[in-house]
């Protein structure tokens, strides 16, 4: 049943985690056991049809079709990339709509996966900051793009990774996405390992304290983008609120298992932050941290007032950090002849279809 069909106030199976559907049945007479059995239909086989969860009594289905409804996105469009990277445009119960990525062998099959409609961070390489902030999305929206990329590619058998770097800073939208990890890790659903999913954060430094706390802990990336506070606060407003030394505090106070280190994202800008000094100052800053840096090569895009650095750039700054023993890698974009790549997600309104705004956005980019 999709949120279409849907009429009435049953409650969004979706939305609940495992002990909660447990209480849920009571009331419709089917047993709380059941509830792994729901789970696994739902969550690992992405099963939506009450009709099809062949190993429930059938007065158990008609019970669960009265109560229950099942909400997931709807696919509005899918784009294709030259690399093998797909896009999906998803349409939402409300009309909104959000972008999802999925990156085959990167090295493993990869979802990156939106948190929020549009973004309030306001990072000035970022289409999506060009949206604004419309909404939250609610725990079952973000654990339905992964139910129901599984479902549309066919690796429902698959281990995946996912990245919580789509639309939206998730820990502004930390109550949904920590229950939406909650769910795709739960051993009786998609069973997703933790250390498959990272979160990736411009570094709300109260929620990162509270993140430290929680059962399901994810790898942690933070979008760094700037070694002084000036610079960063230029790229990355909310450094105003939580300026680097506050930020790298947290971080070095947050637990990390065995083996394990905080990943730096840095989106590298052609005169803005690609410098030997940059390179050498942001060494000083990870200074005694566990830490790896990501080097992201700007996504130029139409609206992003910035340039992508040279190829001869690029390998000098991650020469400059190697040389100062940081562990350093350059990330190879992916589905950038899509728009599909770091910091180019963006949904528009208008009359003309995804494909013709598409096509327009591509032909002003530097390729």
């Known amino acids: 049943?999709?949120?279409?069909?849907?009429?009435?106030?049953?409650?969004?199976?979706?939305?609940?985690?495992?002990s909660e559907l447990e209480g849920a049945l009571t009331p419709s007479g089917i047993?709380?056991?059941?509830?792994?059995?729901?789970?696994?239909?739902i969550h690992r086989r992405a099963v939506l049809d009450w009709a099809q969860m062949t190993d429930l009594a059938k007065r158990h289905r008609t019970a669960l079709a009265e109560a229950f409804h099942l909400s997931t996105p709807n696919i509005a469009a899918r784009d294709r990339s030259s690399d093998g990277t797909e896009k999906f445009l998803f349409e939402l119960a409300d009309g909104r709509r959000i972008e999802a990525v999925y990156i085959p062998k990167s090295?493993?099959?990869?979802?990156?996966?939106?948190?929020?409609?549009?973004?309030?961070?306001?990072?000035?390489?970022?289409?999506?900051?060009?949206?604004?902030?419309?909404?939250?999305?609610?725990?079952?929206?973000?654990?339905?793009?992964v139910r129901l990329l599984r479902s549309e590619l066919g690796l429902l058998e698959q281990?995946?990774?996912?990245?919580?770097?789509?639309?939206?800073?998730?820990l502004h939208n930390y109550d949904a996405t920590m229950r939406a990890?909650?769910?795709?890790?739960?051993?009786?659903?998609?069973?997703?390992?933790?250390?498959?999913?990272?979160l990736s954060t411009v570094g709300i430094v109260p929620a990162l304290a509270r993140l430290a706390d929680e059962p399901v802990m994810p790898n942690l990336a933070i979008s760094l983008h700037g070694t002084t506070d000036e610079q960063r606060t230029s790229l990355v407003p909310v450094n105003r609120r939580y300026p680097l030394a506050e930020l790298l505090a947290a971080c070095r106070a947050f637990p990390l298992k065995r083996r394990n280190r905080i990943t730096f994202e840095y989106v590298l800008i052609r005169g803005v932050n690609d410098s030997v000094a940059d390179a050498r100052r942001l060494a000083g800053l990870l200074t005694g941290l566990r830490?790896?840096?990501?080097?992201?090569?700007?996504?130029?895009?139409?609206?992003?007032?910035?340039?992508?650095p040279t190829a001869a750039q690029i390998d000098r700054f991650g020469k400059a950090l190697a040389d100062c023993h940081?562990?350093?890698?350059?990330?190879?974009s992916r589905g950038r002849d899509i728009r599909a790549a770091c910091g180019q997600l963006l949904v528009e309104t208008g009359q003309q279809s995804p494909g013709q705004r598409l096509a327009g956005m591509l032909g002003a980019t530097d390729g």
């Open 181 to 198: 990890l909650r769910i795709l890790t739960c051993p009786d659903g998609a069973a997703v390992s933790p250390r498959r999913v990272t």
């Open 31 to 41: 047993e709380p056991y059941r509830a792994k059995q729901i789970y696994r239909w």
């Open 159 to 170: 281990p995946i990774n996912i990245v919580l770097m789509g639309m939206g800073e998730p």
């Open 326 to 332: 940081v562990t350093v890698s350059i990330r190879k």
């Open 291 to 308: 830490a790896k840096v990501n080097v992201i090569p700007l996504n130029a895009a139409p609206g992003i007032p910035h340039e992508r």
């Open 107 to 145: 090295p493993a099959d990869t979802f990156c996966v939106s948190t929020q409609v549009g973004c309030a961070m306001q990072c000035s390489f970022c289409l999506t900051a060009k949206m604004g902030l419309e909404r939250n999305l609610t725990a079952g929206e973000i654990v339905g793009q």
């Open 1 to 18: 049943m999709r949120w279409d069909d849907v009429a009435g106030a049953t409650r969004d199976l979706a939305e609940l985690e495992l």
